[in-house]
């Protein structure tokens, strides 16, 4: 079946260091991805759209400038948190399409962050 | 933009009785209306999914039922198990696959032996 990974599993930053989280979809391409961030004992709340070869779309109130996302491939997109701080540590989920008629999505295992 | 609501948020049941979560949604445009079970610290693993022309259905001891008109969908888990004790997130989405997908805010079941 697809598959999706995440690397690194956990990260533990410095404030102010920036972090590179990566997103591969294994056996399928994927055009689109999807990145979720989640604080503790809250739902997964979308943070952008990432589309190959394109500008990733942001949902309102995340910060294009300090999430950064590329997509150059069809099975990898990057998510980049510059300049973190401790409000950024959460477990960040990416998840692509892999459904033919209908919006099913396959999630990535998760990135742990955190920030001291 | 789509919003899901979903109630209750924590739910505790005996164990053999059953669980029941509703969910509305916002947008009239969604058709696909996908359950995740998650538990801590992992991916949410997708348990049963219902679409927009289907009023029911239903995998073994779990059935969603949508009502489009009310822009209500339920999750019915019978003969609860301690197993299925885990955070459940009911979510929306439009058809295409660049269509995102909003969660609700999920309910923390837990299931007393």
């Known amino acids: 079946g697809a598959v999706v990974s995440q690397h690194p599993s956990w990260v533990i930053c410095k404030s102010g260091t920036s972090v590179k989280i990566e997103c591969r979809s294994l056996?399928?391409?994927?055009?689109?991805m999807f990145w979720y961030r989640q604080f503790p004992k809250q739902s997964l709340m979308l943070m952008a759209t990432?589309?190959?070869?394109?500008?990733?779309?942001?949902e309102q109130g995340v910060e294009k400038d300090k999430f950064l996302i590329n997509h150059a491939s069809l099975t990898l997109s990057t998510l980049t948190v510059t300049s973190a701080h401790p409000e950024d540590s959460s477990f960040y989920i990416c998840?692509?399409?892999?459904?033919?008629?209908?919006?099913?999505?396959?999630f990535g295992p998760g990135t742990r962050l955190t920030v001291l | 933009g789509e919003n899901v609501e979903q109630h209750p948020s924590t739910l505790s049941v005996q164990e053999g009785d059953s669980a029941v979560i509703k969910c509305t949604y916002s947008?009239?445009?969604?058709?696909?209306f996908p359950w995740y079970k998650q538990e801590l610290g992992k991916r949410p693993q997708l348990i049963i999914d219902?679409?927009?022309?289907?009023g029911e259905k239903k995998d073994q001891r779990i059935a969603v039922t949508l009502n489009k008109t009310a822009k209500h969908f339920s999750l019915h888990i019978t003969e609860t198990q301690p197993e299925d004790s885990a955070v459940y997130f009911c979510?929306?989405?439009?058809?295409?696959?660049?269509?995102?997908?909003?969660f609700g805010p999920g309910t923390s079941l837990s299931v007393i032996p």
């Open positions: 998840s692509a399409p892999i459904g033919l008629a209908y919006n099913e999505q396959f």
């Open positions: 056996d399928f391409q994927a055009t689109t």
């Open positions: 990432s589309n190959e070869g394109s500008k990733a779309t942001y």
């Open positions: 947008d009239s445009a969604s058709n696909y």
């Open positions: 219902i679409r927009s022309n289907v």
């Open positions: 979510a929306a989405s439009r058809t295409a696959s660049y269509d995102k997908v909003i």
